[in-house]
């Protein structure tokens, strides 16, 4: 016994020693590649000693005294912080994912090539002006250096994956281009899926289910009127087949942006606000930078890791922000094979031949995979990636066409007013936005900076006959005929994804807009009083009162209420939701019931005809069931209402509103019991903010990857956005992206919060630091003034040259 008793306390040793051994090993791996933001570094090639200065929340605030120095500079700092994430975005523009995660990603890795972002990279780089790829080297450079002096102090992500990252090059700067205008794109898959629900149901039914924007008639631009109306295009307007595509590859994206004029502001100087809805991971896809050279450059705001240039922020003259115009700018083609011939394709009678393009993706673990990718005149045969096997479907992208949207954020960099503005806007092609203006003079404005496709086939939402060139594109849209506003008489800008302009605008811009539920919003609070404050511009981005709700709760109640079997609990939530002032904050029951009632709905009136597989198909593009919600209230029912499941009933408009809203209820009970106080929306409604590898359960257990869950208001009708799918309610997946409220009286009186932190370390302090800040709706201080900056500085590092 004495023996075992001995050998058993030697196990326990051994184990904890292992153990504790371990626990060195991660602690090493987690914060080797911590940087010293106090320290003084040399670098090669920098002129004159460059100060950065960063804050509590680790933002670096860099001064420097010339061009080169500072974008070297920041170069270096950006290392500092998103390494890992600059090399991951990089891997995802060039198709190389596989390398480093493995087979799962060949697919994505093939899509991501057959759209040919290095080659547009290349173009783009070639024709750009000699000061912005000196910008453009600087800032590899300053990356390469870095790499290079901490080969050893890495991102934990690269010891876990166990490879190095490669030297930066300018071009890749340049694929974040393609990136962006990919990740805002709003045709995808939702062809493909009107195209089966068609084929598999009437049209009538189909068409249920396709926005018909001619009734909406909150517009981004309401004042512009263009004699380009009286102009004959050749194509008809506001007629299309019925088939269209789902919302993207990527996540969903929407916007808010809004300025008044110093007219209605109480500082006599305009004020701006804008907020970007990205998806919300970690690292977010935006770090908070601020820029300056001694004399010359001084501007802040956010930078996309992997590029040099500020892309929405303020300079000393003036703001901008952005919000996707939802363009529908890529189309699809069913092409006409040679059956002897398969690389052929006919185009007016006559056979074509494809480019064939051979692929190696590479695998973790040194196997190698083999493809090839054909392409049309138009660009690459998508089918395979839609699992469509028996026809060959192209598609035209814009994002294949060239455009300057790094010429266009250095100018905005460095723009002084509205010609220097609009003159940088003029590239911003790939990416289309509505971007705000405001400036220190007291003038606001809104520019649709976007690539417009001139269609001689007119308005195209559905797969094209590809075997004539009568659907291709004739160009663009020029840049002085699209929607714009300046200095309006009402004292105001505003949009937030929604119908860009009415019918008399000659050219096709989309029909995807988002429904106008937070631009009508925006529009309430802007008619509220006559001045606005920066404090009001606090409330207004983080409001949580919804237009939707307001729409169709009387229709709820009014319907459910006819009901003659509503059992105690339900008709105290009836009447619970009859008091509600309509706004979502993480508290409310009654937002609880209203959530959980909209996707029952929907389940109710889709799930029986389409089936499984096809109904999650369909609730996994936002805009199709936002429409479909919005169309079954406006006409009080649908054709898909009857549940073919029962024989001998029909169900109807009320039948359907009762069963969900009863559905609603025994949901919440069987979660949270029958006491409505435990029926908070934020219990159900979270955020949390994942990493990459943070799927992985030990990784995150040992590593911290993930932030949250938070509990989170709002929905993806509020002007605070938070938007999670219907197919995974309620998990927050996509929101704003950054807070910034500029006060153009005086910047340092500006604010701005991110839902993450600078830092893409776990282990960093700065790791996910303002988390709780946004998700509690505060910000923090945007210091401008380098007396500000360097007063409230925490740590300070010195560039010197070697």
């Not at 166990?162 to 930066?168: A, D, G, L, N, S």
């Not at 989309?510 to 529009?523: E, G, K, N, V």
């Not at 009970?669 to 409505?676: A, I, L, P, R, T």
Request: proline share 4%.
């Amino acid at each position: 016994m004495k023996k075992l008793k001995i050998v058993g306390i030697v196990l326990i040793v051994l184990i904890a020693i292992v153990a504790f051994a371990g626990a060195l090993f991660v602690r090493s791996v987690a914060r080797r590649g911590l940087p010293d933001y106090d320290a003084t570094v040399e670098l090669s090639g920098i002129k004159e000693e460059v100060s950065v200065y960063r804050d509590s929340y680790g933002i670096p605030h860099i001064f420097a005294q010339s061009q080169e120095d500072l974008y070297r500079a920041v170069g270096y700092c950006m290392a500092q912080d998103r390494l890992w994430q600059m090399d991951l975005l990089r891997r995802v523009c060039t198709g190389r994912l596989s390398e480093i995660f493995g087979e799962d990603l060949v697919e994505i890795d093939l899509l991501m090539r057959s759209l040919r972002m290095p080659e547009k990279s290349r173009q783009v780089l070639e024709r750009t002006d000699g000061i912005h790829v000196n910008a453009l080297q600087a800032f590899a450079d300053g990356v390469n250096q870095y790499i290079e002096a901490h080969q050893k102090k890495l991102p934990p992500e690269f010891s876990i994956l166990r490879y190095k990252p490669e030297k930066w090059l300018p071009e890749h700067s340049l694929h974040l281009v393609g990136y962006m205008a990919w990740d805002l794109s709003l045709s995808w898959s939702t062809e493909v899926l009107l195209d089966k629900i068609q084929r598999q149901f009437s049209e009538a039914k189909a068409r249920e289910l396709l926005p018909d924007m001619i009734f909406f008639d909150t517009l981004v631009y309401p004042e512009f009127e263009s004699k380009l109306a009286q102009l004959d295009l050749n194509h008809t307007l506001l007629k299309a087949n019925r088939r269209l595509q789902d919302l993207g590859l990527e996540v969903f994206s929407g916007s808010n942006n809004w300025a008044v004029s110093g007219d209605r502001s109480v500082t006599g100087k305009p004020i701006l606000a804008n907020d970007m809805h990205l998806g919300l991971n970690s690292p977010g896809i935006w770090y908070q930078m601020h820029q300056a050279v001694e004399g010359g450059l001084n501007v802040t705001g956010v930078v996309l890791p992997g590029q040099p240039f500020v892309v929405a922020g303020h300079n000393d003259r003036i703001a901008w922000g952005f919000t996707n115009v939802m363009v529908d700018n890529t189309d699809f083609y069913l092409e006409r094979l040679d059956p002897d011939h398969p690389d052929q394709y006919e185009l007016n009678g006559e056979w074509r031949k494809m480019q064939v393009q051979n692929e190696e993706i590479k695998i973790k673990g040194g196997r190698a995979f083999q493809e090839e990718l054909r392409f049309t005149h138009r660009g690459p045969i998508v089918s395979r990636f839609h699992e469509i096997d028996d026809a060959a479907i192209s598609m035209r992208w814009i994002g294949n066409d060239y455009s300057g949207e790094l010429r266009t954020v250095y100018l905005l960099n460095r723009a002084e007013n509205w010609d220097e503005f609009k003159d940088a806007m003029r590239t911003f092609i790939s990416v289309s936005q509505n971007t705000v203006y405001a400036d220190v003079d007291g003038n606001i404005g809104l520019y649709c900076a976007a690539g417009v496709p001139i269609r001689k086939g007119g308005e195209s939402c559905a797969i094209l006959p590809g075997w004539t060139d009568e659907y291709d594109w004739q160009g663009m849209v020029p840049f002085e005929e699209l929607p714009h506003s300046f200095n309006p008489e009402n004292g105001f800008v505003s949009s937030a994804n929604n119908k860009t302009v009415g019918v008399g605008y000659p050219y096709y811009i989309s029909r995807w807009f988002t429904l106008p539920y937070r631009i009508d919003r925006i529009l309430e609070m802007l008619a509220e009083k006559n001045e606005f404050s920066t404090d009001d511009f606090r409330r207004m981005q983080t409001d949580q009162k919804s237009k939707l709700v307001e729409m169709i709760r009387d229709s709820i109640i009014s319907e459910t209420d006819e009901s003659e079997d509503l059992t105690d609990l339900e008709r105290n939530s009836l009447n619970m939701l009859s008091s509600w002032d309509g706004v979502l904050v993480p508290a409310s029951p009654e937002a609880a019931v209203f959530e959980q009632f909209l996707g029952l709905l929907l389940k109710n009136v889709f799930l029986d005809e389409m089936g499984e597989e096809l109904y999650a198909d369909f609730i996994s593009s936002p805009l199709l069931y936002e429409y479909a919600v919005h169309y079954f209230f406006e006409e009080k029912g649908s054709l898909w209402c009857d549940d073919v499941g029962t024989e001998g009933v029909a169900e109807t408009f009320a039948s359907i509103v009762q069963k969900s809203f009863k559905d609603a209820v025994s949901a919440l009970k069987d979660d949270f019991g029958s006491d409505h106080k435990g029926w908070q929306w934020g219990k159900l409604h979270r955020l949390t903010l994942v990493h990459p590898l943070g799927s992985v359960k030990l990784l995150n257990w040992l590593f911290k990857f993930n932030s949250g869950p938070y509990e989170a208001g709002g929905s993806y009708h509020t002007v605070c956005n938070y938007s999670y799918p219907f197919r995974d309610p309620f998990d927050v997946t996509v929101g704003a992206s950054h807070r910034h409220i500029y006060s153009l009286d005086n910047w340092d009186e500006s604010l701005t919060v991110i839902p993450t932190g600078i830092s893409g370390i776990p282990a960093s302090p700065h790791y996910c630091d303002q988390a709780k800040l946004y998700t509690e709706n505060q910000y923090h201080s945007d210091y401008f003034s380098r007396d500000l900056v360097q007063k409230n500085a925490m740590y300070r590092m010195v560039i010197k040259g070697k």
